[in-house]
């Protein structure tokens, strides 16, 4: 059974930091890369970041400088470091798995930004 879960969300005061990890089940072969969306209410689903099994990342502009995505590829799992959160960072954030058997979601975790 497919299965993504995604835990490190939370309440963090701004300039805080938090941690995200989705990890993969074994039954997701041959990862092709592993992605970091996000969702804040009325607005759409944007990409926060990609890591490919070559280990190539890329960000979206506002996250740069402040958000790190890195994965452990032994144990199907992506991270995203996020440090000096905003506010505006206040948002569901999903992770999704590429993969040569298809592409997969995680069921979000919620990260709020406020004093």
């Known amino acids: 059974q497919v299965q993504l879960v995604e835990s490190g969300g939370g309440l963090v005061q701004p300039g805080g930091s938090l941690r995200l990890s989705c990890a993969a089940s074994a039954s997701i072969f041959s990862i092709l890369g592993m992605d970091w969306y996000r969702q804040a209410p009325g607005k759409q689903r944007e990409l926060v970041a990609s890591?490919?099994?070559?280990?190539?990342?890329n960000y979206a502009d506002s996250m740069k400088g402040r958000f790190t995505i890195s994965s452990d590829n032994a144990k199907n799992t992506v991270y995203l470091q996020m440090n000096s959160l905003k506010p505006e960072d206040t948002a569901v954030y999903y992770c999704?798995?590429?993969?040569?058997?298809?592409?997969?979601w995680g069921q979000g975790t919620q990260v709020t930004v406020s004093s």
């Open positions: 999704y798995v590429r993969s040569l058997n298809g592409a997969y």
């Open positions: 890591i490919n099994n070559f280990g190539i990342t």
